[in-house]
């Protein structure tokens, strides 16, 4: 894919605001394009212009930036580079998933044609990068990616992580330690917002699970794509549980559409196993509170 002879600035922008619509959002505000890239709101505003003369972008004050077919081309080669870049250095000379995006904003602007299409065959033609991002291919085609933002997930549903950001290095490092990369298995177990936390369960690859709590900002940077355990409990979601009882309600939707059955269900069945943490029990003669999640009567 050739690219036009363009400034280094006019490359920048349009891959920001290709990633930025790839991802689900629309036109890219001044004020957004001046954070990522660390610049001032003016100064944005004087490229945007030039932009829009070189018939690049489509610039419509107060609702944002759109690619023109031209810049969508250019976008979309300048992000090939960038992900090819990134897989090479991993690949092949053992760089971090955290430390290749800078360099790759580097490398993506000097490499040639040549070069870049030697690194495509060594590398075997890969369709995603280290983070799971896909690569576009040479004709421009872009390959899919199945995976749902992990703060689009109900509480309940799993995945495989699909993909992850690789805006914050520092995310990509925490995300190490806590043991979470492409191809874990994830359960959302609960959503605290108060807290800034989404607790998961995670998958060892010797089947063992373990709670986690990720930050809040894992929500905008992990994606979940279904596999082989969500399709099957959502299979077993669909199968009636019982005499006159319809499938296709998961736990979640029954317990909002039929409360009190599910409450006295729940104490009509057999005790549970006890919880590490211990609960005060009550005192002899009094009655224990009912539980927050059954409504009164």
Not at 195 to 212: N, Q, T
Not at 242 to 268: H, M, N, W, Y
Request: glycine share 10%; proline share 7%; with cysteine.
């Amino acid at each position: 894919m050739r690219l036009p002879s363009l400034s280094t600035m006019a490359e920048d922008y349009v891959k920001l605001i290709w990633k930025a619509s790839e991802r689900g959002g629309g036109g890219l505000a001044t004020r957004d394009i001046a954070a990522a890239l660390r610049v001032s709101a003016s100064t944005v505003s004087g490229n945007l212009r030039k932009l829009d003369r070189d018939g690049l972008i489509e610039h419509t004050p107060y609702y944002g930036v759109v690619l023109t077919p031209l810049g969508q081309q250019v976008a979309v080669a300048m992000v090939r580079r960038h992900r090819l870049i990134e897989t090479f250095l991993v690949q092949r000379l053992g760089y971090g998933w955290d430390e290749v995006h800078t360099e790759a904003e580097a490398l993506e602007h000097a490499v040639s044609e040549t070069f870049l299409d030697r690194v495509d065959v060594d590398l075997g033609h890969p369709t995603h990068d280290p983070h799971g991002d896909p690569i576009p291919r040479a004709d421009g085609s872009v390959p899919d990616s199945p995976g749902a933002l992990l703060g689009t997930v109900a509480p309940g549903a799993c995945g495989t992580v699909d993909r992850v950001s690789d805006d914050d290095p520092s995310l990509l490092r925490y995300f190490d330690e806590l043991g979470v990369a492409l191809g874990t298995h994830l359960r959302v177990e609960q959503v605290r917002d108060y807290a800034g936390v989404i607790a998961v369960s995670r998958r060892s690859s010797d089947g063992s699970e373990s709670l986690v709590d990720l930050p809040a900002a894992a929500a905008t940077a992990i994606w979940l794509a279904p596999d082989g355990d969500c399709r099957a409990a959502a299979a077993a979601a669909r199968q009636p549980r019982g005499p006159g009882e319809a499938p296709g309600l998961g736990v979640s939707d029954r317990s909002r559409a039929e409360p009190r059955e599910i409450c006295r269900s729940t104490q009509d069945s057999a005790p549970r196993p006890a919880l590490s943490r211990a609960r005060p029990r009550a005192a002899a003669g009094t009655v224990p509170r009912a539980s927050a999640r059954c409504p009164a009567g």
